[in-house]
Structures are given as structure tokens and as C-alpha cells.
């Protein structure tokens, strides 16, 4: 979560400038509304604007900044601060005086200033909510608007209470309608009832943030101000807290001299002096409380376990959070997730564990030996699920055959899952019985992946195949731990730091199509949670030199043949990282190559000419690392990758274009197939080629940046003037290589996409299909996640290991 959330507003994350989704944030509303309608070439400056502008905010005169405010007003996801001149003159027909580009602060009363580069500096501005602009007017500006008469804090109270009418009220609070949302957890009485603040946003954090420091501002320099009468309980005030804070709060209760208050931006309550509750102006009832209320998914029905509820507030009082929302309403549903660490963990789905009954857990014991153990499922990397007999799984059977036999006189479509989330626990019919799954990943509406609890297995299912537990057996369900071990094969290789294919079918082939085994524990890794063992087959019980152990060692398994694998030293535990900057580190050993593409034959398009094509995109040489990011992933044969350091400049090129089309005056276009043309799509401009001219009006178009096939209004398209086709084309198409060439499965597809889509990779290009336009030339390549910290993963070695999985199901 905390990482996608970087990538999605353009953080640092890892040293390197994630793009947002096709571009970072720049105006993204119609700005043709701002289109220069007269050649604009006066320089004069703003004659709002005072001598002194650069000394102090308060040089800038309140109609200026209104100016400024309406612009920004009209750009909602935020406009890049070099951009603003030009929209200021466009606009006012006034020149923009550049030098306040260089100091930002002047803006601040009146816009977030968001800083995503300091090298070159490069800002985001947002506005403010307009009460909150208001609020800012200084002293200096209400000067100017009393005849030169200065304005005192007085004269402030005095206009409050006429721009204020007494029956403002405290509008509710917004839940965010898009982008990632986090929270601070402040306190719960269940988990239907967990107190919580909106945490981030320029209409939350920042702005109370701002309403805080105004009225700190307007309670110290206003003597007019009055301590707050005949008082009740839910009377709204502003109490003087410690140091010389100033909070809004709502009266509880009213002992004696001591009043006792909740902080309604804070969550939590104190008792106050009368001396210091003072009358809350109205100016300050315009931001919503930011103390609200939330249910945690999945833990309804739990919701007053003092274990669980216990569970909860030990794992989340006073800590930030990212926020799943899955039902905005008066409570929203959520779903937590602590991103702090390397892995997001879901908050929701750990404390339900809080539940099980410790009695039916299995705790393995080193040296211990196990029989009638099933493997129910084993992994690329080598790893397997055990069940071993025990108290837990003769539980389960009983509350799975009590689950049978009640569903054998109900329809089973009563109990449809309507909201899956991630972390939910649900029924799934498996071999003609149920089984008990947990939601791991939501690939679209219709399809998710699910974990098997008692047999490890990972698989992706229907939503239509889910069924909710039925309230009556729910606590029965729940409480049983998970019956599936992972294990690992101890004293075996990889030193090569994976396994090979050969090796993982072989282990497949041998475990799975036995019904039992014996079982030795020689280790417990606590940290990772996964027993090291050795397996016996029932006639070589206990005969180590006879274990599943020795023979997959002694088999000649371990040289990789079809697919590429990393050497190390023989010393080394695991494989190296991979990074294009130390490609030294890596010596890379490969087979055969698969250098057919697996999409049909195209029809060659229309060359063309070589004068009004940029140059092409030059590409590394064979075996040679490269950063990308991959903006469109369809399946292995089929991807789009992006050179990750032409991605600025391409930022760069995005945000010229939009300027200049802005303006730029509309003429009739000769439209012309195989040419190329800039088209407005969602209300960006980029470079496309036209494949096809549609009757309705229409054209059909490729995105030569982003790989992406389109449909757009002959009205938004537009010459692609000299100036944008220096830069490369961007859009790389691309096929996976190690992995054979097919007709993909939609499962396959999907778990594909998700492993690279809208993410940077490391590719290693083994192949190049030049063509004569450079959006019809295709690469084979090799694609690394490096995102973890001790372990890369290839992903045609996923794959193929899930190609393995579909087939077994067919």
C-alpha cells in the first residue's frame, strides 16, 4: 500500500521518482477555457501588484491573490507552479511578475505548496477551501480596504460577526472520494465504534492545521473576544489549551468550576477552567469536525470481544494507517493497513487471529516425528504445506460437516458475497466439499485471488464461487487456526538461491500424488514462520538416506536449461539484488531463446517519413540492464515499457503540450491514417498515430508514450507541431522472454498483470524485432522485481509457476 500510494502522487520512494498514472499530477482541467482569444503581448505588470511585492506576503494585495485563486480553483488535482504565468497573462491580460516563481511562501495564505523536486525546484500548487482563504485576509490587506485606516483586531471581530450569521452550523465530514486516504486511530469502544482522524489532504490535515493557527491568531490579538455564557452540555467553544494552543471542543459535562470537553478535531477529552472557554466564532464552524467514526470490515460481528477488542486497540491506538474505504456512509466501513514496515500488513485480518482457540493450534517440535502428514501444495521457491493429524483438524472437519449438511437444505445463493475485501474469510466449494479461504488480492469485479487456509494452496476464483459464513457457525469457523504448516525441505540446495523448474515438478510429481507421509522437524524458523523437515515415504520410514530430501538432492535437478538463473559464489545463501547499477555483480547464464511473438500477424503499417519522425528510442545493448516501468501490461506476450530515465523528460514534454494546445487556435485538420497528431484524451494532450477513421466521427489512435489504444473526437485532434517530435517516442512494446509462446488463459493474463503492471522493474532485453516505424518494432526481454530487500524475483519464473497451477486445474 505505502509504496503504490507513493507512485500514485508522484513520491520518492527508493531514491528514484515514481510517475504517477501516465504523468504526475499537472492541470488536469479543461484549460481550454483559459485559450488566448487576442495575441497577448503587453508586458506591463500588474498594477495590483505593490513595490515591495518581494518583501513579505502582506505586499501582495488581497486582489491579486483572488486572482491567483482562481485559477487554481479551476485545476482540483493541482497546477505545476511554472505554469501559472503563462495561465496568469492568458487570463488577465497582465504580465506575471516571475520573480514570486522563487519564493512560493508569498502564496501560502492562499494555496498549498507542494515541493516535489528541490534540484531543479519544481512545486505543485493547491488551493486552499475558500473559508479558509478567507479567514487569511492580514491586517495589512484590510488596510487597503478602509481608505488607508489601520485595521484592528477589533475591526476584525466586528466584520466576523457580519460575514458569520449566528446559524452557521459544522458541515459533516467528507469521506475522500479518490486517492489514498490515511488516518490516525485515536480510540474505540468496539470495533463497530473506532474514533479516528482524517489525517491527510489539503480539505483535512492542512486545513485544519491552518483553522488552528487562525485562531490562535484571531483569540491573541482580538480584545473583544468574549469567555462563552450560560453554558450547556454540546455547547461548542474554543478553549485555550497548553502551549497557547487554541481547539475547538464540544462541552460534555459541567462539575462544578471544571468543565469537562472533547476536542472535536482531536478525538479526546480533558477537563478545562471556565477562564479559558471562549465563544467559538463563526468562521470557525466552517471546517467539519475531524474526529469521526469508522467500523473495521470483517470484525462486525466480533465487535464487543473484549479479546478482540483488546487486540484491536494494542494494534492500532495512536498509530497512522492506510485506509481501504469500502462503504462510505454516516460510519464508513474500513479497512486498516500498517505500511510502515517492508511488508503492508492488514490490520483488520491480524487481530481477527486474536480469536483462535489456542488449544487447537499445532505447535511442531524439532526432533519430533509425525505421521499420516499430507502435502497439500508446493511452491515455486521449493516450500510446501503440511497437515499433520491433530485436535484442530478433527475440529474442522466436524464444523465443515455441520456447514454441509445445512447448505444441502438452503440455497446457497442467500449467502453471495456482495463486499469481498482483502483479508476476508469466506466458503469456497473445493472437490465437492466446502473449504475455508481467505481474499488475498481483488483483481477486478468478477475475479480474486484466494489462500486456501488449511492447505496453503493460492488460486484465483470468481467472486460468483464465494459464499459468506452463516452467522450461526461463524464463531465456529473462525476460531479454528489455520491447518496448513509451511515447511521447507531441510539440507537441500538451492546455493543457486531458487529452484529450478525441473526441480519444483519433480517435487510436485513425487508428494503430491502420494496420500501420506512421514514427517522429521530438525528446525523452527520463528521469524518466518516455516519448519525445516525431512519426508518419508511410508516404505522408507525413517531411512534417511531414503528421504524425499536425499533424492531430490541426488537427482540432476539443479542446472538450469531453458530459463535464465543468477551464478553466485559457492559460498553464497542467495541470490544477489539486481540493480542497473551494479551489473557487475551479476553473471547472467542463458538457454535457448524464444524468439517468436506470440500475437497474430499484424498488418505492417503505412511507413511514415523519416522527416517528420522523432529519432528513435536507443536501446541497450543484448544481456544489458535497464530501469522501465511498465504502463500497460496485457499478458506476457503482449506489455509496454518505459525507459525509466526519459521518464522526466517526458513529464517535461506533457506539460509543454498542454500549454501550448491550451492556447493554441482551433483549425479545421486534414486527418490522414499512419500520421502523426497530438489528441486530447481525459484532458492531456499526447502524441498519438491514427490507425483507423471511423463514420461517427471518431478515430481510432495509439498513444505513442504510453502504448495505449484509444478512441477520440476528431474535434481534439491536432497537428503535432516541430517542437514535440524531438523527444522519442516513449512506448516500448514488449514480450516476456524464458516463458513459451501461447495463447494465454484470462487467469493467467490477470496474475501477469498484476505482477508488473504500473510498476518499475529491471528489464534485460534478449531479443530486438526492428521495424520500420518505431512503434512497430518489439523487444523480448527479461523482467526482475527488485522491490524487495533480500530477494529479486524473476517473473517468468512466476509464470511459468502459474501456468504449472492452470493446468493442473484443467
Known sequence: VSKVEKVHRGDQVDGLLYPAEKITPIAKSDTEQHKASQNVTSSKADPLLKPSMESTPASLSSDFKQKIVNILL???????????????????????????????ELLSDICI???????????????????????????TER???????????????????????ENATVPPLTIPSEGSVSIMVLELKNTNEVLIRQYVGKDYSSAQEQ?????????????????????????????????????????????????????????????????????????????PFQAAKCKLAGLEVFCDDPVLVKAVELQTCSKIFAVEILEKSDVPLLVLYDTSGEDDININATCLKSLHDKSLELHLQ?????????????????SLYCQVPSKGMSRLSEVLQKLEDYFRYKQTSEFNVSLPFCGKICLFPSKGKWA???????????????????????????????????????REVIVIPPQALKCCLADLPPDTGMWTPDAVLWLRDTVMNCPEFSMKVVKQDGSKGIAHVYLFAPENFAGMDHSINRQIKNADLWRHQKDVFLSVTPTGTS???????????????????????SDSPREPSSAVSVTDMPPPLPLLKTGELMDVYVSVACHPGHFIIQPWKELHNLEALMEEMLLYYSRAEEKPVNIEKNKLYAAKIENQWYRVVIKGILRNGFLSVYELDYGKHEFVSVEKVRPLVDTFRKLPFQAITAQLAGVKSQQWSEEASIVFRNLVEKKPLVAQIQAVNESTNSWDRKIVTFLVDTSLPDTDIWIHDF????????????
Open 74 to 104: 479551476k485545476y482540483s488535482s493541482g497546477l505545476w507552479a511554472n505554469a501559472l504565468p503563462k495561465l496568469y497573462q492568458d487570463t488577465y491580460q497582465v504580465k506575471f511578475p516571475e520573480d514570486i516563481l522563487n519564493n512560493l
Open 113 to 139: 505548496v507542494d515541493y516535489v523536486s528541490e534540484v531543479p525546484k519544481k512545486a505543485i500548487l493547491y488551493a486552499k477551501p475558500q473559508r479558509c482563504i478567507d479567514a487569511n485576509l492580514n491586517v
Open 143 to 165: 488596510v487597503q480596504r478602509h481608505g488607508g485606516v489601520k485595521a484592528t483586531a477589533e475591526q476584525q471581530y466586528e466584520e466576523s460577526k457580519d460575514h458569520y450569521p
Open 211 to 287: 483553522m488552528e493557527d487562525d485562531m490562535k491568531a484571531y483569540y491573541s490579538q482580538n480584545s473583544k473576544v468574549s469567555l462563552a455564557q450560560s453554558l450547556s452540555v454540546g455547547q461548542l467553544v474554543a478553549v485555550h489549551a497548553e502551549e497557547d494552543a487554541w481547539l475547538r471542543a464540544r462541552i460534555i459535562s459541567l462539575e462544578d468550576n471544571r468543565i469537562k470537553v472533547c476536542y472535536v478535531d482531536h478525538g479526546f477529552s480533558d477537563f478545562v477552567e471556565s477562564n479559558s472557554v471562549y465563544k467559538l466564532q463563526k468562521q470557525f464552524h466552517s471546517l
Open 366 to 382: 524439532v526432533d519430533a516425528l509425525y505421521t499420516h502428514v499430507r502435502v497439500t501444495s508446493v511452491f515455486s521457491d521449493g
Open 436 to 474: 475455508r479461504v481467505e481474499i488475498r488480492i481483488i483483481h477486478t469485479r468478477r475475479a480474486l485471488d484466494v489462500q486456501f487456509m488449511d492447505t496453503g494452496t493460492v488460486a484465483t476464483v470468481k467472486v460468483s464461487e464465494l459464499r459468506e459464513i452463516p452467522p450461526q457457525f461463524l
Open 575 to 597: 541470490s544477489p539484488k539486481v540493480t542497473s547499477d551494479a551489473v557487475s555483480t551479476l553473471r547472467v547464464t542463458s538457454g535457448k531463446l524464444e524468439k517468436s511473438f
Open 799 to 810: 509464470v511459468s509457476e502459474s501456468l504449472v497451477e492452470f493446468s493442473k486445474d484443467d
